[in-house]
């Protein structure tokens, strides 16, 4: 990481996922440490915002299938404000969801600035359904198909937005659960993909220097999008979406360690804490430490 000036910008908001809570995470990762290991680490705390987010009590009742779409519009436009600002500023962004629908407004503000974002995203899932494929209605499981414009509502509807991403540039880290249409969706534009079969064979050093050739591939900034459902539920039990078969703890540290090592990572967001199925705090610790990794921090 090359700035030495973090912004945290705080995102509440639980709307987009499975099963609420997730709109406690931000708070949770604060109250884990988060910015004593900032400071720790010798980087400037630039800014701290908080994203107004609306909440179950404020929105309508949800009758459409698609579920609280003004809701997320919304927090991706406030979002992308604040991550936009953070850029120009040149702090490093860093993201605290919240349910996985607030990269929609990461990837807005950040393609404000960078006209070729490559991607890197950690995560169980695809998140590439589109309302009228996705079989939950969730929103959390369409932040890509809108960041590459797949999907009717879609990065172009924000304010101060960018280009879409740019499939070639986008590559994901951990994929276990994967819903028809997203398999097709990943074929049909050659979205590079590491499974957790990738994983097993070739081990976590070769995955990450991959993932990391095809992102910076002619890309001007690298964003890292961490779902902290890429873990395996055992190291990581506080998220809304759990499947088993994930990565362990030192997978997942050491992959962010290198990612820290190249100075590459220009932002990153970590999402899907839920703080109602989690036990004594285990995953929000958890996710400081290895945001701790990703911002530089070693072991010796
Ligand atoms: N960010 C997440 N945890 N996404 C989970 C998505 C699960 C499922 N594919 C869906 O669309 O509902
Ligand atoms: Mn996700
Ligand atoms: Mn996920």
Redesign the pocket.
């Known amino acids: 990481m090359e700035q030495r000036q973090v912004a945290i910008i705080k995102v509440p908001f639980g709307l987009g996922?499975?099963r609420g809570g997730a709109e406690l995470g931000p708070d949770e990762l604060i109250t884990a440490g988060l910015k004593r290991e900032i400071a720790r680490l010798g980087l400037v705390l630039s800014e701290e915002v908080r994203v107004e987010c609306p909440s179950v009590s404020d929105a309508p009742i949800e009758r459409n299938r698609v579920k609280y779409l003004d809701e997320v519009r919304q927090v991706s436009e406030r979002v992308c404000t604040e991550v936009s600002r953070a850029v120009a500023d040149g702090s490093f962004p860093l993201v605290l969801g919240g349910?996985?629908s607030v990269a929609i407004g990461t990837l807005a503000g950040l393609t404000s600035h960078y006209s070729n974002l490559g991607v890197i995203w950690f995560?169980?899932?695809?998140?590439l359904?589109t309302e009228e494929r996705?079989?939950?209605g969730?929103m959390?499981?369409?932040?890509l198909a809108a960041a590459l414009g797949h999907s009717a509502f879609n990065l172009s509807h924000i304010p101060g937005v960018g280009p879409f991403i740019n499939p070639s540039n986008l590559v994901y880290v951990g994929l276990r659960?994967l819903?028809e249409y997203?398999k097709e969706q990943i074929r049909a534009h050659g979205i590079k993909s590491f499974t957790m079969h990738d994983i097993d064979r070739m081990g976590i050093q070769c995955v990450v220097e991959q993932a990391l050739a095809v992102a910076g591939k002619g890309s001007d900034g690298i964003h890292l999008s961490f779902?902290m459902?890429c873990l395996d539920p055992r190291e990581a039990p506080g998220v809304?979406?759990p499947v088993p078969g994930g990565l362990n703890y030192r997978e997942a540290h050491f992959a962010l360690e290198l990612l820290a090592s190249t100075n590459r990572i220009t932002s990153m967001e970590l999402?899907?804490v839920n703080p109602l199925f989690d036990h004594n705090r285990h995953t929000a610790r958890l996710g400081v430490e290895l945001i701790a990794s990703l911002l530089g921090k070693r072991i010796l």
Request: proline residues 0%; aromatic residues 0%; without cysteine.
């Open positions: 996922g499975a349910d996985h995560d169980a899932h695809a998140d359904n996705s079989l939950s969730n959390h499981g369409m932040s659960d819903d997203e779902d459902d809304g979406t999402v899907e």
